[in-house]
């Protein structure tokens, strides 16, 4: 007899019909309805930023009068005020209104070219120096400058304070556009020398010239008008007084960028490193010593 094959099993596994998830089925985790969560956060902070500048921009203060009139004060000499008196201390103020037509051509060069070389091409927010400093936080993993223009430190001085958040920030990028918008290069700069803090109390670049070397910002040597550029970044604690090493090598730095760009000339250039030198006490580097001429 032929075997037979043995009879098939029943499968163990059993199809099921495929049903329809009714309406108030769960649906499954990690994929929530509407698209990717972070793109609803996304837009919500973009109306948001959108509505506070809004709301902010309607507050800035009228700065068209400034095209025409000098401010009285300042928010950082305010800040500096109230500093002083909770310190016990009374508070100093040193400062005299001049044009820039006062003030010696090397000097205002010498702080263009140390906070804004970029000033005249841009208005009001560099974005070229925001991306380099950027990479360079990136690069080098720590915050590293500021990349702040002429026109934000001025509406910084002018209208805020030195505090360093995000909101204080989005305020100085709306007020620096107001500025560059109702005011002239040449108004800004001018206004920016005659705020800016000099030192303890020292405000504006005539003050400066008499409080650190007993002359007047016409007469500053280019020596003198690159220290004076150089304490910016720092003006309460690299004062020429104390002849800080750091003052004397942004100086220098500054004083050979003045004559690469053709501010000064080479002769200018040796003249004012000898004179650096001589200021800070120490012998000068080959081939700076100033013509005998």
Not at 129 to 135: C, L, P
Request: glycine residues 8%.
């Amino acid at each position: 007899m032929t075997s037979r094959p043995p009879p098939a099993r029943p499968s163990t596994v059993r199809m099921q019909k495929t049903k329809q998830p009714s309406s108030g089925a769960r649906r499954p985790a990690g994929k929530p309805s509407g698209g990717p969560a972070w793109r609803r956060w996304a837009l919500g902070g973009w109306l948001m930023l959108a509505l506070w500048f809004g709301v902010e921009a309607a507050r800035l203060p009228d700065v068209g009068a400034l095209r025409t009139q000098n401010p009285r004060t300042t928010a950082l000499m305010a800040q500096r005020a109230e500093e002083a008196l909770e310190a016990g201390t009374k508070p100093r103020v040193r400062q005299a209104w001049v044009s820039l037509g006062a003030v010696a051509p090397h000097a205002v060069d010498a702080v263009l070219c140390s906070e804004d070389a970029r000033f005249y091409r841009h208005e009001g927010v560099d974005w070229t120096e925001v991306e380099n400093a950027f990479e360079q936080s990136v690069r080098e993993a720590r915050l590293g400058r500021g990349a702040s223009t002429l026109t934000q430190q001025l509406a910084k001085n002018l209208y805020l304070s030195t505090d360093r958040s995000l909101l204080r920030k989005g305020k100085e990028l709306l007020l620096a556009r107001q500025l560059e918008s109702h005011l002239s290069k040449q108004r800004i700069l001018a206004l920016y020398l005659n705020v800016v803090e000099w030192g303890e109390g020292v405000y504006g670049i005539e003050a400066a010239a008499r409080e650190h070397f007993g002359v007047s910002a016409r007469s500053l040597s280019v020596a003198q008008g690159a220290m004076l550029a150089a304490m910016l970044p720092a003006p309460r604690r690299w004062l020429p007084a104390q002849r800080p090493e750091t003052l004397r090598t942004r100086a220098g730095v500054i004083i050979g960028r003045l004559e690469r760009e053709g501010r000064i000339s080479a002769a200018q250039a040796r003249e004012a490193q000898a004179e650096l030198s001589r200021f800070f006490g120490v012998p000068p580097a080959p081939g700076l010593v100033a013509d005998a001429s």
